[in-house]
């Protein structure tokens, strides 16, 4: 068993945080700079809102975060924040968040930190959760400027390799990080890809 209750989990609580999740993104930004003031930035499942908390903070005023999930937030939008309820397996979704981000049109960053209700089954689960980057990426085709940036959560598995191929199509660079505020015995890590072609 994991200790949910650990040091991350801890701070999160303290610091008033939605989630632990905001701390595995400040140390994805910290070694990639994926994110700069006065981005626009989608944030692909993004309750609890930990990760639009941080990325409001880094993109200013004049930056945007638009984030869309099955599930409600449990933060305070803030003026450079929008949000809205939706399934990105719907064909109008892109479309409507499309419509959330307003004039600016594209995103300089899209962002999923997506996971599959999880079976327990390691095989199904990181399936799943390739399903769900994908869809991700598919998104990123429609939103993301040219030259923008993609960060994905992933389950390990046999399908990292495959995703990394996928996205070596599109992106000048790929790698993979596993942050240290992931949880131990954690099966997820991020892919990082720069650089959209």
């Known amino acids: 068993m994991y200790n949910r209750k650990d040091h991350y989990y801890l ?3 303290a610091e008033g945080r939605a989630s632990r999740a ?3 993104l400040e140390q994805i930004q910290s070694r990639y700079k994926v994110i700069k003031k ?3 930035v989608l944030d692909l499942g993004a309750a609890p809102g930990g990760w639009m908390e ?3 903070e880094w993109v200013g005023q004049d930056g945007l ?3 869309i999930d099955l599930l409600s937030l449990k933060i305070k939008l803030r003026q450079n924040m ?3 309820i939706g399934d990105l397996t719907k064909a109008d979704s892109i479309s409507q968040l499309s419509e959330q981000m307003g004039d600016c049109a594209k995103a300089d960053v899209v962002l999923s930190d997506m996971a599959p209700n999880t079976s327990g089954v390691k095989f199904k689960d990181s399936f799943l959760s390739y399903e769900l980057c994908l869809m991700a990426l598919d998104t990123a085709k429609v939103l993301l400027r040219p030259g923008g940036n993609f960060v994905a959560k992933i389950f390990q598995g046999e399908e990292v390799e495959q995703f990394k191929k996928d996205l070596k199509g599109h992106f000048a660079r790929v790698e993979h990080y596993v942050p240290p505020a992931t949880r131990e015995g954690s099966k997820e890590l991020y892919l990082v890809a720069v650089g959209y072609k």
């Open 38 to 40: 006065g981005n626009k």
């Open 22 to 24: 905001s701390y595995k």
């Open 82 to 84: 929008r949000f809205m």
């Open 65 to 67: 975060v638009v984030g």
């Open 11 to 13: 701070k999160a609580k």
């Open 54 to 56: 941080v990325v409001s």
